[in-house]
């Protein structure tokens, strides 16, 4: 095999918690990922020697910065392989978004050279390398609607959501996930989303319900510094959005509609004002699928 096409679908946090600090200073998460159509595409091509990455998207680090790098030096160097690959990122998912592009493409990177260089890795494997490169990757290998706990290595599978549109608004607002960890660190959280009656919830399809329980840690710090972000969830709700969240550390906000004509006029009056606004729909599959 010469060439490998896969999709890296984004992610978004349906729900997210963080339980506490590990001796090791990282962070103790509790959350609820599911994945969404969007996707990049990236094509594997063997070469001789060396890893090449190029991508459309001119603003993107090429380098060790890009975690599709990192992925396939971390495979070439573990197992000592000697041939090299052209990696091209079609990008499409945007960056400091919450959306884990990054992450999804380093996952994809992992199951595409494992069948590219033929390592016959399990994905027990592939997770335990995945969580040394990123605390989104294993989920990223899994995809679908799961349970993440721990660092991001606990990955549980859960009941998929419904078929529903999503509404993706991102403000012209970056947020780093450091600076938000830290925030969160010097602030008191009063409220935490209930992961296990969310989890409850999607088992007993009470959407109904769900709408009032899901939540997102990080919503308490980013809407005292970025109301704008308050805002916007306020407003999708009044769009007719069945529940809105924040996903990640923020910037996005995610809205949920199972009617897609309402969706469909919700973007309309979001793209008026916002860029980056798209729909996308929930993916029960999730993961990284073949494309050829």
């Known amino acids: 095999m010469n060439r490998v096409i896969l999709k890296a679908r984004a992610k978004v946090n349906l729900s997210l918690d963080v339980i506490g600090i590990r001796e090791d200073?990282?962070?103790?998460?509790?959350?609820?990922?599911?994945?969404?159509?969007l996707a990049d595409?990236?094509?594997?091509?063997?070469?001789?020697?060396?890893?090449?990455?190029?991508?459309?998207e001119e603003t993107m680090p090429l380098d060790e910065r890009n975690l599709v790098i990192k992925a396939?030096?971390?495979l070439q160097e573990q197992f000592a392989i000697k041939q090299g690959v052209k990696i091209h990122l079609e990008k499409k998912i945007p960056a400091q978004a919450g959306l884990a592009g990054g992450s999804s493409d380093a996952a994809a990177t992992l199951k595409g050279l494992n069948t590219l260089w033929q390592l016959g890795l399990s994905q027990a494997e592939l997770l335990a390398i995945g969580v040394t490169i990123g605390a989104d990757v294993p989920y990223c290998l899994f995809?679908?609607?799961?349970?993440?706990?721990?660092?991001?290595?606990k990955i549980t599978p859960l009941k998929n959501l419904q078929k529903m549109a999503i509404l993706v608004v991102k403000p012209d607002i970056d947020i780093a996930t450091p600076w938000a960890f830290k925030k969160l660190d010097n602030?008191?959280?009063?409220?935490?989303?209930?992961i296990d009656a969310i989890m409850a919830m999607l088992e007993d399809c009470n959407y109904d319900q769900l709408k009032e329980a899901v939540g997102n840690v990080f919503e308490t710090i980013a809407f005292a510094d970025y109301p704008?972000?308050?805002?916007?969830?306020?407003?999708?709700?009044?769009?007719?959005?069945?529940?809105s969240v924040m996903s990640g550390s923020g910037s996005t906000v995610i809205g949920y509609y199972r009617d897609q004509?309402?969706?469909?006029?919700?973007?309309q009056h979001f793209k008026e004002k916002?860029?980056?606004?798209?729909?996308?729909?929930?993916?029960?599959?999730?993961?990284?699928?073949?494309?050829?």
């Open 228 to 243: 704008e972000i308050a805002a916007i969830k306020k407003e999708m709700l009044a769009h007719g959005a069945l529940m």
């Open 41 to 56: 595409v990236l094509t594997f091509e063997s070469r001789d020697q060396g890893i090449v990455l190029t991508s459309n």
């Open 143 to 153: 995809g679908g609607t799961a349970l993440v706990e721990g660092i991001g290595e």
């Open 261 to 267: 004509e309402m969706a469909v006029k919700a973007w």
């Open 187 to 194: 602030s008191i959280i009063k409220k935490h989303p209930d």
């Open 274 to 292: 916002f860029t980056l606004c798209f729909l996308s729909k929930t993916e029960e599959s999730g993961g990284e699928d073949d494309v050829e």
């Open 72 to 74: 396939a030096r971390k």
């Open 25 to 37: 200073g990282y962070h103790e998460m509790k959350m609820i990922n599911h994945s969404i159509e």
